[in-house]
């Protein structure tokens, strides 16, 4: 594991790549999150009581397609959005830093192949996995990645570093196991989730840098906070928010990234019960750190449960700079993103955007 949080050097978003059942550019997935379009469907999975599983699937996509060919169609998808129009590459490679699931609860998943195939397409920018750069964490592993990424560039011999997380429950293997579970959302079962799958990547330099001169950036990431709750969903105590709780009270004492209150918030979680309360008791316990009034919105709305993916989403959706994605704002827009692993990993990070 890497340093517990990102440094108090901002990191620049350079470049924004996404891939999701909503579109398969940042761009129309900003749009129809925006618009408020959702894309659910019945699979030919069916759940304990024999009706069909529903998720957000990226219809291009076979159905029987397994969840290792899933991923990488989707990040390959999303890394070449991201470096549409990126700086050339520069003597040095061009470090990769990738977030993935959680390696248990839906099908095994191969992240040395899925890395290769990540490589293998960003040839041209000279792409190289970074030293144990692959960060199976599941939500909270893009808020990992970006801890890592601004170590990177503190330090000072990367110009650039490319950040991305990627993430399927949507193949056949993995429905049938939530399924099995009762983890679906379905028939009388109300508290369950809708899988989802999406891939994304950001391309990040060190704000302020020669490398944000030449071309400005499209927002930036002011700090970001890691944690870690014993009290987690794969166990059977209820919720008390201490993860969360000392995520965010990080976050409101990081000297740049805490000298405000965010204007909106963007949670990564699924509708199911426990991460409502888990997120209560943290916002009970850093009021002056959300918006107030309080204004947000969860990624389950519009693309059910993307899982390790949801982090790169989320701040795709943050660098869209609306208030509750209708009126835009003027002046700089902050927005805290956070997400929680099933297994008590947990990320924040504060979005600044200029409208």
């Known amino acids: 594991m890497r340093p517990s949080d990102m440094g108090n050097q901002p990191l620049a978003i350079m470049n924004l790549g996404l891939c999701t059942p909503l579109g398969l550019t940042a761009r129309t997935t900003q749009a129809e999150v925006a618009a408020g379009t959702v894309r659910m469907f019945q699979t030919d999975v069916a759940d304990i009581r024999g009706e069909p599983v529903r998720a957000s699937v990226l219809k291009p996509l076979g159905a029987g397609l397994p969840r290792g060919e899933r ?3 989707m990040a390959v998808t999303a890394l070449e959005d991201c470096m549409r129009g990126a700086p050339p590459p ?14 248990e609860g839906c099908a095994p998943l191969d992240g040395q192949k899925l890395a290769r195939a990540v490589l293998e397409a960003g040839v041209a920018w000279r792409l190289q996995l970074a030293d144990g750069g692959l960060l199976a964490l599941g939500r ?12 990177m560039l503190e ?7 490319l950040v991305g997380a990627v993430d399927s429950l949507c193949d056949r293997e993995s429905l049938r196991m939530l399924a099995a579970r009762g983890r679906t959302l379905g028939g009388p079962n109300r508290d369950g989730i809708i899988p989802g799958e999406g891939a994304g990547f950001v391309l990040l ?21 890691l944690a870690r709750d014993e009290r987690h969903f794969l166990q059977s105590q209820p919720p008390l928010g201490h993860g969360l709780t000392e995520a965010f009270r990080r976050l409101r004492a990081h000297p740049v990234a805490g000298t405000r209150r965010a204007d909106f918030f963007l949670s990564c979680q699924p509708t199911e019960v426990f991460w409502g309360r888990e997120f209560t008791h943290a916002y009970l316990r850093n009021a002056s ?13 519009s693309l059910g449960d993307p899982g390790a993916a949801a982090g790169v989403i989320q701040v795709g959706m943050a660098l869209h700079a ?11 827009w902050r927005t805290l993103v956070y997400g929680s692993s099933d297994g008590g ?3 924040a990070c504060m979005v600044e955007v200029h409208a």
């Open 71 to 73: 991923m990488a169609t």
């Open 90 to 103: 520069g003597k040095h490679p061009l470090p990769v830093v990738l977030g993935l699931p959680e390696p």
């Open 140 to 151: 909270a592993a893009f808020f990992q990645a970006l801890c890592w990424a601004g170590e």
């Open 155 to 161: 330090s000072r011999r990367y110009p650039f570093v």
């Open 205 to 225: 330099a060190r704000a302020g840098g020669l490398e944000t001169r030449a071309t400005e950036a499209r927002g930036l990431v002011l700090g970001c906070a």
């Open 289 to 301: 750190l959300l918006p107030e009034p309080l204004a947000g919105e969860a990624i389950a709305g």
């Open 322 to 332: 609306r208030g509750g994605w209708g009126e835009a704002r003027p002046g700089p």
């Open 345 to 347: 990993h947990i990320g």
